[in-house]
């Protein structure tokens, strides 16, 4: 992946991405989480690559708004309990490290200085759901869904579920999602201001391109501030407990309960 020498974009094809699709056209970027065989899960290079292309389009003034969205079935099911399982159970260290990724990604989208839009195409499940929430804006078909499951595979929903959740839709509502691990339908999620559109799969570009025109047709940096305002609720939640999460949570890959939790999941997969 290259690295620039000073604060310039570049062609999307020189950064040689392999867990994204990153793409620029006109005022518009768009960031595909393109692992379709794993749901789009996160592994650590695809944090990498989200963060690079924010950083990228950050840096282009050409770009008024920048598009999330996943390839295949599903936007994203968070992270890759697998690799985790192979890589992270047990070893702290390194999850510590995976977490740093993982926080530098949310970081990048969230502060890139421009709207962003979450493309929901398909379920959106733990880590899909906070890469969702990190966005200024949400398009989701209707017969996809949102999900938590960290209390039911070991891992507390500390990467922004716990902290932008109650912001967003409420604290009841936020314990309802976070403590039964219940499917959230897209109506649901419209109607708790979740999602700010729904529509049938064969609506769904047509929705997010009329919303990417109108925002590009905002000032840019009137915009940019606005944001900042915006997010100011969401940073001081998210400054305040993100170090301790990611602590706390690169330790619990220590504990029996996090260890049988995982290890009980992937057998029902490899089932």
């Avoid at 890589?87 to 260290?93: A, F, G, I, S, T």
């Avoid at 209390?151 to 976070?178: F, N, Y």
Wanted: glycine share 8%.
């Amino acid at each position: 992946m290259s690295q620039p020498d000073a604060p310039r974009p570049v062609d999307p094809a020189e950064l040689r991405f392999e867990r994204i699709r990153y793409e620029k056209s006109g005022y518009r970027a768009t960031i595909t989480l393109a692992r379709p065989e794993v749901l789009n899960a996160f592994d650590f290079k695809m944090l990498r690559e989200i963060a690079r292309a924010c950083e990228d389009a950050s840096w282009d003034d050409e770009i008024r708004v920048v598009v999330v969205t996943g390839e295949g079935r599903a936007f994203c099911v968070g992270a890759d309990l697998r690799s985790w399982g192979a890589e992270l159970v047990d070893n702290p260290r390194a999850y510590w490290k995976w977490f740093g990724a993982f926080k530098d990604m949310h970081d990048r989208l969230r502060e890139i200085g421009k709207p962003t839009v979450a493309r929901i195409q398909g379920i959106a499940v733990g880590g899909g759901n906070e890469l969702q929430m990190a966005c200024d804006l949400a398009v989701m078909v209707d017969d996809a869904y949102i999900r938590h499951v960290g209390p039911e595979h070991g891992s507390v929903p500390a990467g922004g579920a716990t902290q932008w959740l109650p912001i967003t839709i409420g604290d009841r509502r936020a314990r309802e999602v976070l403590f039964l691990c219940e499917k959230v339908t897209a109506r649901q999620a419209l109607e708790w201001g979740l999602v700010n559109r729904v529509c049938p799969r064969a609506e769904l570009d047509a929705v997010v391109d009329e919303l990417c025109e109108k925002l590009a047709a905002k000032l840019p940096q009137t915009i940019r501030y606005t944001k900042q305002q915006l997010n100011w609720w969401r940073d001081v939640s998210w400054h305040e407990t993100i170090g301790h999460a990611r602590e706390w949570l690169s330790l619990s890959m220590l504990n029996a309960e996090a260890k049988d939790a995982i290890n009980a999941f992937l057998e029902r997969r490899d089932g």
